[in-house]
């Protein structure tokens, strides 16, 4: 029989439309099965998947892909892209009071009209700051994915240098979306807008935009979600702050959090004899982002090598690689 451990990653592979992660892990069920000694039902699995993938990609296949209900159109789509995540905040692995204060957020979004009848606004605009790879993008899909609705990313870069002398306009186009079509927005990289005026680089223009979007901000009472994202807090200029309904603050992750996160990416694999505490030591000072990708370096040594077990040196190799790459 399959494990607890990979019948989770197998329901969550499918839930994600992640195909290729299925029919890996489908493998692994099957390639477990034939280790206990059930090697008929091991060959009928491993027949059924090849069957399946015989069909070609799901995606391929004729059937209704989900059409998006807004795309951004004109002037609008070199400002937003849009997507809609399927994000759910547990698949985040979070610190108990950040997960508290997102989870508040969802609910008053949730209970909104209660809290509007009562005179009361929901939370909406909220300034997420952290070191990268702690999950702040992720957030933004996670908040989406929960309240069903489409994730606006801002296409900062280009709101600044592309339209240079007309960003304040552009800036007004985005909000006028965001009263339009409801939505969670993401002005990600946000210190590109909001450097602090003070800052030698600093020219007019900045000062400018960064006004414009404050005014922006302070002006907006539609029913979309703002969510600002920074790695770079200290370049902000304070007066940001108060424009905002809650800052969550993303640190990297503690030996706990990273047993969490290697666990869950691990899954589809044995690793009982993994020696947990030798690898939680070596991630030390590593970002979530940069855990993931070690584990995905680190299954895919394995399934390269014919296997489905992780070794201890083979996680502690794929961190090591990974460590090197710090800038
Ligand atoms: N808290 C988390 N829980 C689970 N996975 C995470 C978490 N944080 C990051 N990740 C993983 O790392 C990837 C990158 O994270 P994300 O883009 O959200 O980081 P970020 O904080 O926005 O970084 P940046 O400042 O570089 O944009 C995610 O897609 C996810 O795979």
Redesign the pocket.
């Known amino acids: 029989m399959a494990t607890a451990e990979q019948l989770k990653a197998l329901l969550k592979s499918y839930s994600e439309n992640d195909e290729e992660r299925f029919y890996a892990v489908a493998m692994q069920v099957a390639a477990h099965a034939a280790r206990q000694g059930h090697g008929k039902l091991a060959q009928e699995m491993r027949e059924l998947i090849d069957a399946s993938k015989a069909k070609g990609p799901k995606s391929q296949r004729g059937e209704r892909a989900p059409v998006p209900v807004v795309q951004p159109r004109g002037e609008l789509a070199g400002l937003l892209s849009v997507s809609y995540p399927k994000t759910r905040l547990a698949?985040?692995?979070?610190e108990p009071t950040l997960r508290a204060r997102l989870e508040r957020i969802l609910l008053e979004q949730r209970q909104r009209e209660k809290l509007l009848t009562h005179g009361l606004a929901p939370r909406r605009k909220i300034l997420?700051v952290?070191?990268?790879?702690?999950?702040?993008?992720?957030?933004a899909?996670a908040l989406a994915g929960e309240l069903s609705q489409p994730l606006f990313a801002v296409l900062l870069d280009g709101l600044i240098t592309k339209f240079m002398g007309e960003t304040a306009a552009k800036l007004r186009v985005v909000f006028d979306a965001l009263q339009r079509t409801r939505g969670v927005y993401l002005f990600?990289?946000f210190d590109a807008l909001g450097s602090q005026r003070t800052s030698p680089k600093d020219v007019g223009e900045i000062r400018r935009v960064l006004n414009s979007f404050l005014q922006f901000l302070e002006q907006d009472e539609s029913e979309s979600l703002i969510i600002a994202?920074?790695?770079h807090v200290e370049l902000l200029d304070r007066a940001l702050f108060r424009r905002f309904d809650d800052i969550l603050e993303?640190s990297l992750?503690d030996e706990a959090?990273a047993e969490q996160?290697l666990r869950a990416r691990l899954a589809m694999l044995d690793t009982r004899r993994v020696t947990w505490k030798q690898v939680l030591e070596a991630t030390r000072g590593l970002?979530?982002?940069e855990i993931?990708r070690a584990c995905e370096d680190a299954a895919k040594d394995v399934v390269l090598s014919d296997s489905d077990e992780v070794t201890t040196r083979g996680v502690l190799d794929a961190l090591e690689a990974r460590r090197g790459r710090q800038p």
């Open positions: 698949d985040m692995v979070l997420l952290g070191p990268p790879g702690t999950g702040k993008t992720l957030t899909r990600d990289e994202a920074t790695s993303y992750p959090q996160l970002s979530y982002a993931v």
